[in-house]
């Protein structure tokens, strides 16, 4: 899974709340599936018996990023 | 400081000043630097060396790190809630540059674009401008067919707010105001100003140079809460950073266009000709001064008492050598030998931590050169970069002796000064 921010404030508010909830992620480039971008994204390593998805958009409600991320 | 019966005749090896204690040119740039700013300059080039926000790799997202950071600490000294709203360049002259090239071109020619304020047909000035200020002013009168008024002041050069309220500003006026002179120290109600000159009901912009007042260690006006539209500022200066780096704070980012266009740290829209619309991005066009951030980061750090446990050595501390009443009472010395006319604040309420002096019979070049030749002592001599305040304040062509003391100073070494000053009087 991976999401991609608006901007690199979003990209560093997500990643350091994402840290505190036990998401395991790495910071990647931009997904060439996504046309005419760069810079970074965060994907997601889902891990077994837990619901990521989930988690990634409660997360994204928490931080009011809705407007502002792209998951896929 | 207790400064009573001044020996006027102090040997000359008792009144040398110490490298880097003659150094009274802070207002020019400041030195000393604390050392943790070229600790952090010499970790980013040696361990960092990263871009911002152009790619994923851990280097270059520790600098993405820094830099939003630094945007936050700064929007905290500010009293910004959207770091956002905070944009790097390369110091006070581009920011002064750029910000009134966008409200008085913008206005005219973008308006339909932006819409955020009718056509600027008049700019007001204070009487102590920089000439990042007044040149900038100067062309763009030239170039837009704007008129140009002077605020109405007092003797000293600070803005009369009394005199201000009766003058009849409208949005399509923009002011511009010195925050803290660098020529006579002289502070301006900026606190103050926006509701004066919007009285009347319409919103008139207003521009606050703050090159000369913004320190890392003292509290600074609520940006914000005080209306003010733009704020510019120096890193090298008081914040106690590097030169070649400075930025300004914007309400809103739709108030002016950008004035230069090139790559971003936008992650949303590469894949377009046009500059992102929101800030910073709209406004950081080209790779940003990051040895000059992460330097600038240490000492806003340092204030934010942010250190990792262990760097604190005793040459970052953070504690002011010196009051600012014991500038003030070396302000009052001074002004008691003769022969010296003194240039600052009429009322020590606004008096910024700078003064300039002449002698009556000595040239300026002769007092700054027996100054540093005899003394060590390192000033700025002549005309400060302000045009308009030296015309203002009846000291063209010749200028003036400009002191402007440092972080590190003591208020003994103002004691050795009157001495110093007392000597080359008489």
């Known amino acids: 899974m991976f999401i991609t921010f608006s901007s690199l404030r979003q990209l560093i508010k997500f990643e350091t709340s994402a840290k505190l909830v036990g998401l395991k992620f790495k910071i990647v480039p931009m997904p060439s599936s996504i046309p005419g971008r760069c810079g970074p994204a965060i994907e997601i390593i889902e891990r077994e018996g837990e619901d990521d998805l989930t988690l990634v958009h409660s997360l994204v409600e928490e931080l009011a990023l809705s407007q502002e991320v792209n998951i896929y | 400081m207790n400064i009573k019966n001044v020996n006027t005749s102090v040997p000359r090896e008792e009144s040398l000043f110490l490298h880097p204690h003659g150094h009274f040119d802070n207002a020019t740039t400041s030195y000393p630097k604390f050392p943790i700013l070229s ?227 936008s992650l949303l829209i590469a894949d377009s000709m046009d500059m992102p619309s929101t800030s910073p991005e709209k406004f950081e066009a080209g790779t940003l001064n990051l040895v000059g951030i992460y330097g600038l980061k240490a000492v806003l750090d340092l204030e934010a008492d942010n250190l990792i446990e262990g760097m604190v050595v005793s040459e970052n501390d953070r504690t002011r050598r010196h009051q600012l009443e014991d500038f003030l009472l070396l302000l009052d010395e001074v002004k008691k030998i003769p022969d010296f006319t003194v240039y600052a604040a009429n009322d020590s309420k606004y008096q910024g931590e700078i003064f300039s002096i002449r002698h009556r019979f000595m040239s300026n070049s002769e007092l700054g050169r027996k100054l540093w030749e005899q003394y060590n002592i390192e000033t700025r001599v002549g005309v400060h970069c302000a045009l308009s305040a030296h015309r203002y304040l009846n000291t063209i062509p010749a200028g003036t002796v400009r002191f402007s003391p440092s972080f590190f100073h003591t208020a003994n070494d103002f004691q050795l000064l009157v001495q110093i000053l007392y000597q080359l009087g008489s």
């Open chain 2, 39 to 265: 600790e952090m300059i010499d970790s980013y080039l040696e361990n960092v060396g990263g871009n911002y926000g152009r790619t994923f790799y851990s280097r270059a997202y520790q600098v993405a790190l820094a830099v939003e950071e630094t945007r936050v600490l700064l929007a905290k000294k500010l009293g910004v809630h959207k770091p956002q709203n905070i944009m790097f360049c390369s110091g006070a002259t581009e920011a002064l540059n750029g910000v009134l090239r966008g409200f008085i071109s913008s206005n005219k020619e973008m308006s339909t674009k932006y819409n955020a304020f009718n056509r600027i047909e008049k700019v007001w000035l204070s009487p102590l401008e920089h000439n990042a200020v007044t040149r900038t002013v100067h062309r763009l009168q030239v170039d837009f067919d704007i008129a140009v008024e002077i605020l109405p002041a007092d003797t000293d050069g600070r803005i009369n707010l009394e005199e201000c309220y009766y003058l009849p500003f409208t949005d399509k006026d923009l002011v511009i105001v010195n925050h803290q002179s660098n020529v006579n120290g002289v502070i301006n109600p900026i606190g103050e100003l926006k509701k004066v000159i919007c009285r009347k009901g319409d919103d008139v912009p207003l521009v606050v140079d703050a090159a000369q007042s913004l320190s890392f260690d003292v509290p600074f006006i609520g940006v914000e809460k005080a209306g003010i539209d733009a704020l510019v500022f120096s890193a090298h200066k008081g914040l106690m950073g590097p030169t070649g780096l400075g930025g300004f704070y914007l309400k809103n980012e739709q108030l002016i266009s950008e004035w230069k266009e090139g790559g971003t740290a």
